[in-house]
């Protein structure tokens, strides 16, 4: 939607006189005369959840004219990052509700709960776009081969996953994320698996991906490879490129892995 593009366009630049890759959601609320205040621990269960529902770590009202957003200041840096940016677009929203009614085709919402949901996902999707500025994104995606971490360098008040998911959408539908988490004293889980036209992935980890996850966690460093193999018909028959990356911090493990399918 061109109009909340828009709006970001114009609410970043309040707050930096050139464009920037990674924008500090906390400096454009000031440049846009929004107060920020901790609220109390509204603790999400995951770690680096981009796309969770916030748990009540952010909420915004109105007080005396003023705009106030309480965000939970416990919670990781980049997560705090992403809830303040997605409650100045879900407000952008309320002022403009008519978008909601675009968003669902034309139709409006049967209840105020239905309604809440679709702009929740409208401002997940583009609260990405604030976080990263994709007119830099596609060329740095490329010249660093995608790696992770140095993408990270480049984008710091973007998480993990949502860089995750920015590559994603540039690397076409025979690609493949998977996002694998072990936290301290639980069992290795994947937290998402999802394909390059964004639909989630119920089939399971072929063998080579299984191989790089095990050498990823066990090392703790980056791991590559390419395989000739026999996918399965979801995807695709010859050779494709593998690429896993830690993100470990205390108590919590994850491992972000790529499978992309050289199309001929």
């Known amino acids: 939607m061109e109009a909340i593009q828009q709006f970001i366009r114009e609410i970043i630049e309040a707050a930096y006189c050139e464009p920037v890759r990674s924008p500090d959601a906390f400096k454009v609320c000031e440049a846009i005369g ?60 309320v002022d403009n509700d008519d978008l909601i009614d675009t968003f669902t085709c034309g139709e409006e919402a049967e209840d105020a709960d239905q309604w809440r949901a679709a702009m929740h996902e409208i401002a997940v999707f583009y609260t990405k776009d604030f976080l990263i500025n994709r007119d830099f994104f596609e060329q740095d995606a490329q010249e660093f081969e995608g790696d992770l971490a140095a993408l990270k360098g480049l984008y710091p008040h973007a998480s993990h996953e949502v860089l995750a998911y920015a590559l994603l959408a540039q690397s076409g539908p025979h690609a493949v994320l998977t996002i694998i988490d072990e936290p301290e004293g639980s069992e290795r889980k ?75």
């Open 34 to 93: 929004i107060e920020r205040r901790a609220a109390l621990a509204g603790q999400s269960e995951d770690a680096d959840c981009a796309q969770a529902p916030m748990a009540m770590s952010v909420r915004e009202e109105r007080e005396g004219g003023r705009w106030i957003i309480y965000h939970d200041q416990t919670q990781r840096p980049e997560r705090q990052q992403f809830d303040v940016a997605h409650e100045i677009i879900e407000q952008f929203l």
């Open 190 to 264: 994947i937290y998402r698996r999802i394909r390059g036209d964004m639909w989630p992935m119920r089939e399971p980890l072929l063998p080579e991906e299984r191989e790089l996850i095990q050498a990823c966690f066990a090392s703790g460093e980056p791991v590559r490879a390419e395989r000739d193999v026999r996918i399965p018909a979801w995807l695709y028959e010859g050779r494709i490129r593998l690429r896993a990356d830690p993100v470990f911090e205390p108590g919590w493990k994850r491992v972000v892995l790529f499978l992309l399918a050289d199309q001929e």
